[in-house]
Structure formats: structure tokens, C-alpha cells
């Protein structure tokens, strides 16, 4: 009987499959690829300006679809007229929005910083929370950012940041088949080191806008390339 070509592909291509994601998955490697990107970017850190948990938190709301550059340039002047939570909490919706205009979608981000600080005010004494179930609490925290707020200001890692450069560069190390952040970062978890959550997310973040391009990906200068097996590699050394 002949094989239709289909079920053929299938029946050859299914075991190898599966041993490429147990090898990618294997801890050795992993272990690897943590050591290169350590070396890497041995003083790797957040981008965002911030000198307090709360400046990190609206610094952080406030880089949703726009660059870290442009937030930084934003909130010297923000939170200089609006030091504290109570300051923010206090203030007009419109005065904050043509503060942050230039970060776009305005409108809705001064309600979760006008929100966020209301919040804070009232339920935790002015004090960003340190819980990842009290940060969801306050407007505009969602898991990514309460992350940010968690893992950079406090240095407690409860989960990893997933944000696009973690998302793609995940993806391309085969760490994960996920496209959901979430998914991505419950995979993250069983695999990265707890102790290396925090780092691992700033690394990452680094060699995504330095070196692994959305578009273009710059594989002969990347650290990892030996290790990296993504289809959409502009250079490949295997």
C-alpha cells in the first residue's frame, strides 16, 4: 500500500519533533544559555527613569506601546508637578493627560495612574503593595507590570516579565510554542531558575533590542546563535 506523502511526512517528522523540544527544553542547555546572556550583559537593567517603587510603577503603565526613551523623557517634568500617590490621586484627569500625551493613548493611561493612585492612597496607606495578588488590585497593574514593579523595586520575583522582546526571543530559543504572555511566562517558570527570573526578563529585554531584531535578526553577532535553531535566522553557523 502506498503512504500518502502527507502521512508519510508526518510518521518521519513527528519523533524528531519531539526530541527537538526535549533538547531545547534539556536543562544543560538552558543552563547555557543563561550563562551567555549573563556574560553578555553582566549589568543589565530596567530602562525606566524611576526613583521610587511608585515612579517605576506609572513610568511602567506609561511604556505600554511606547518606547522607553520617550517615558523617560515624560516623567522628570510629571513628577516634579506630582511627586507622591496622594499628588496624583489629587490631580485633574485632563492636567494628566497633556502631561503624558506624547506616550500615546493617553486618556487611558491617566485613568489608570489617576486610578492607580487613588488606590493606593486609600488601600495601602500610600505605599505601592509588595504582593502580586495586592499590586492586581490597583488600576493598571496588570501581571507584566506588576512584575516590573515587584522584580525591579522590591527584588522579589514572583513570575517573569513577558513583554514582546522576552515574548519573541522565548519563541526563537524554543523555550516556549506559546503566543499568549501568560502561557509564556507559566513556561518560563518551569524552566528558568527562580533565582535568575528577574535577570533572565532585563537580558533578555537587552539582546532583543540590541542583537535579536523583530525584523532582522543580527545572528552573526549573537552570543546565542550556536544555540538558536528559529527559522527566521539571517545567518547560521550550523
Given at each position: 500500500?502506498?503512504?500518502?506523502?502527507a502521512?508519510?511526512?508526518?510518521t518521519?517528522?513527528?519523533p524528531?519533533r519531539?526530541?527537538?523540544?526535549?533538547?531545547?527544553?534539556?536543562?544543560?542547555?538552558?543552563a547555557?544559555?543563561?550563562?551567555?546572556?549573563?556574560?553578555?550583559?553582566p549589568?543589565?537593567e530596567?530602562?525606566?527613569?524611576?526613583?521610587?517603587?511608585?515612579?517605576l510603577?506609572v513610568?511602567t503603565?506609561?511604556?505600554?506601546?511606547c518606547?522607553?526613551?520617550?517615558?523617560?523623557?515624560?516623567?522628570?517634568?510629571?513628577?516634579?508637578?506630582?511627586?507622591t500617590?496622594?499628588?496624583?490621586?489629587?490631580?485633574?484627569l485632563?492636567?494628566i493627560?497633556e502631561?503624558?500625551?506624547?506616550?500615546?493613548?493617553?486618556r487611558?493611561k491617566?485613568?489608570?495612574?489617576?486610578?492607580?493612585?487613588?488606590?493606593i492612597?486609600?488601600?495601602?496607606g500610600?505605599?505601592?503593595?509588595r504582593?502580586m495578588?495586592?499590586?492586581?488590585?490597583v488600576?493598571?497593574a496588570a501581571?507584566?507590570?506588576?512584575?516590573?514593579v515587584?522584580?525591579?523595586?522590591?527584588?522579589i520575583?514572583?513570575g517573569?516579565v513577558?513583554?514582546?522582546?522576552?515574548?519573541?526571543?522565548?519563541?526563537r530559543?524554543?523555550?516556549?510554542?506559546?503566543?499568549?504572555?501568560k502561557?509564556?511566562?507559566?513556561?518560563?517558570?518551569?524552566?528558568?531558575?527562580?533565582?535568575?527570573?528577574?535577570?533572565?526578563?532585563h537580558?533578555l529585554?537587552?539582546?532583543?533590542?540590541?542583537?535579536?531584531?523583530?525584523?532582522?535578526p543580527?545572528?552573526?553577532?549573537?552570543?546565542?546563535?550556536?544555540?538558536?535553531?528559529?527559522?527566521?535566522k539571517?545567518?547560521?553557523s550550523?
Amino acid at each position: 500500500m502506498v503512504v500518502p506523502k502527507a502521512a508519510e511526512r508526518q510518521t518521519e517528522t513527528a519523533p524528531g519533533r519531539k526530541k527537538r523540544i526535549a533538547n531545547e527544553l534539556a536543562p544543560e542547555r538552558i543552563a547555557e544559555i543563561l550563562r551567555r546572556l549573563a556574560a553578555a550583559y553582566p549589568n543589565a537593567e530596567c530602562a525606566l527613569h524611576h526613583r521610587s517603587a511608585w515612579e517605576l510603577l506609572v513610568a511602567t503603565i506609561l511604556s505600554a506601546q511606547c518606547t522607553d526613551a520617550r517615558v523617560n523623557m515624560v516623567t522628570p517634568e510629571l513628577f516634579r508637578k506630582y511627586p507622591t500617590p496622594q499628588a496624583m490621586a489629587d490631580a485633574s484627569l485632563p492636567a494628566i493627560e497633556e502631561e503624558i500625551r506624547s506616550t500615546g493613548f493617553y486618556r487611558n493611561k491617566a485613568k489608570s495612574i489617576v486610578g492607580a493612585a487613588k488606590k493606593i492612597v486609600s488601600d495601602f496607606g500610600g505605599k505601592v503593595p509588595r504582593t502580586m495578588a495586592e499590586l492586581q488590585t490597583v488600576p493598571g497593574a496588570a501581571r507584566k507590570t506588576s512584575n516590573v514593579v515587584l522584580g525591579v523595586a522590591y527584588g522579589i520575583a514572583e513570575g517573569i516579565v513577558v513583554d514582546t522582546h522576552v515574548l519573541r526571543l522565548s519563541r526563537r530559543l524554543g523555550l516556549t510554542r506559546q503566543t499568549d504572555p501568560k502561557k509564556v511566562e507559566q513556561d518560563l517558570m518551569k524552566i528558568i531558575p527562580k533565582d535568575h527570573w528577574i535577570q533572565f526578563s532585563h537580558e533578555l529585554i537587552h539582546h532583543g533590542r540590541q542583537i535579536c531584531l523583530a525584523r532582522k535578526p543580527r545572528c552573526a553577532d549573537c552570543t546565542l546563535e550556536t544555540l538558536c535553531n528559529s527559522k527566521d535566522k539571517t545567518w547560521s553557523s550550523h
